[in-house]
């Protein structure tokens, strides 16, 4: 069973953006892509570069999916799962998340 841990309320989050929080011991990015309250969170360190930018990265439809570019590197990360376009061995985690009552939440893992 999963541990929900409330993060921030969503107006915090502007749409076309992503943030960093910290879950327990590991740092999440979480994307809201549009206006909406749909989220996506990630593991924010990309695997490429050893480094934590993935929530500064820009959010991109491809084929129908949303993926987030990786500001050193470049790769892509598909949000709703965290698989790496370019190398799936390099893929990162995700986490489940949701707005209650305005307030985002990511389950801890």
Same mark, same amino acid.
């Given at each position: 069973?999963?541990?929900? #841990? &409330?993060? =921030?309320?969503?107006?915090?989050?502007?749409?076309? &953006?992503?943030? =960093?929080?910290? !879950?327990? &011991?590991?740092?999440?990015?979480?994307?809201?892509?549009?206006?909406?309250?749909?989220?996506?969170? !990630?593991?924010? #360190?990309?695997?490429?570069?050893?480094?934590?930018?993935?929530?500064?990265?820009? !959010?991109?439809?491809?084929?129908?999916?949303?993926?987030?570019?990786?500001?050193?590197?470049? @790769?892509?990360?598909?949000?709703?799962?965290?698989? =790496?376009?370019?190398?799936?061995?390099?893929?990162?985690?995700?986490?489940?998340?949701?707005?209650?009552?305005?307030?985002? @939440?990511?389950?801890?893992?």
């Amino acid at each position: 069973m999963s541990q929900w #841990i &409330t993060v =921030c309320p969503i107006s915090d989050i502007l749409p076309a &953006t992503g943030v =960093c929080a910290l !879950i327990g &011991t590991q740092q999440v990015a979480i994307f809201r892509p549009y206006a909406d309250e749909r989220l996506f969170a !990630i593991s924010n #360190i990309d695997p490429f570069a050893q480094a934590s930018v993935l929530s500064r990265g820009l !959010i991109a439809e491809h084929q129908g999916e949303l993926w987030v570019a990786s500001p050193l590197k470049k @790769q892509h990360f598909r949000l709703h799962d965290g698989f =790496c376009l370019e190398d799936e061995s390099r893929s990162v985690a995700s986490f489940a998340s949701r707005v209650v009552d305005g307030l985002v @939440q990511v389950a801890a893992k």
